[in-house]
T-cell receptor, first 113, second 112 residues
Framework: AAGVIQSPRHLIKEKRETATLKCYPI?????VYWYQQGPGQDPQFLIS???????DKGSIPDRFSAQQFSDYHSELNMSSLELGDSALYFC????????????FGPGTRLLVL | DQQVKQNSPSLSVQEGRISILNCDYT??????FLWYKKYPAEGPTFLIS?????DKNEDGRFTVFLNKSAKHLSLHIVPSQPGDSAVYFC???????????FGSGTQLTVLP
């Protein structure tokens, strides 16, 4: 079965640079969630989209923005990167905003030097 | 303020025995609970979920129990297998906003 695809899997950037993470949800899933997992921490919700509209916002820094496109894929744009942005970034998708299970991608490991 | 807590960072059990992973929550608005398994360098894999209107849900070797009055849930794995060795995360959500709040995870090691 098709799963959530994230690209790139690994990314190395320097401070103050920008990064773009991409997420391709499971086919026919219309909801995308972004989570950040810092070293030794549990995943923290950043932002979510339903039917291409932002639905909920968590602890996402103002330096980050995201959107969901017409084909339901989503991109997380990160600017003015800081050392503390080094983390695993997970994307999850679900079908609808109801009580539907979220299925996670493999994550993008971002290292900011 | 940790709203979902997994107080045991690690657990070791013998193959064939029962594994019991525990999770406590503080937010009484949570109405949907999930367990995920995570291997290193992979994303969390969904295992089982339970709605707050139930107190038990079973799927094969996995059973989740919910005690709302105690704000406690547990995941039972019977029988445990070496392939079950992974980090297990408890997660919860509430209302129409479906973002998950995760616990800190429990590393399960099943010894052959």
């Amino acid at each position: 079965a098709a799963g959530v695809i994230q690209s790139p899997r690994h990314l190395i950037k320097e401070k103050r640079e920008t990064a773009t993470l991409k997420c391709y949800p499971i086919p026919r899933h219309d909801t995308v969630y972004w989570y950040q997992q810092g070293p030794g921490q549990d995943p923290q919700f950043l932002i979510s989209f339903y039917e291409k509209m932002q639905s909920d916002k968590g602890s996402i820094p103002d330096r980050f923005s995201a959107q969901q496109f017409s084909d339901y894929h989503s991109e997380l744009n990160m600017s003015s990167l800081e050392l503390g942005d080094s983390a695993l970034y997970f994307c999850a998708s679900s079908s609808g905003r109801g009580r539907e299970t979220q299925y996670f991608g493999p994550g993008t490991r971002l290292l900011v030097l | 303020d940790q709203q979902v807590k997994q107080n045991s960072p690690s657990l070791s059990v013998q193959e064939g025995r029962i594994s019991i992973l525990n999770c406590d929550y503080t937010n009484s608005m949570f109405d949907y609970f999930l367990w995920y398994k995570k291997y290193p360098a992979e994303g969390p894999t969904f295992l089982i979920s339970i709605s707050s209107i139930k107190d038990k849900n079973e799927d094969g070797r996995f059973t989740v129990f919910l005690n709302k009055s105690a704000k406690h849930l547990s995941l039972h794995i019977v029988p445990s297998q070496p392939g079950d060795s992974a980090v297990y995360f408890c997660a919860a959500s509430s209302g129409s906003a479906r973002q998950l709040t995760f616990g800190s995870g429990t590393q399960l090691t099943v010894l052959p």
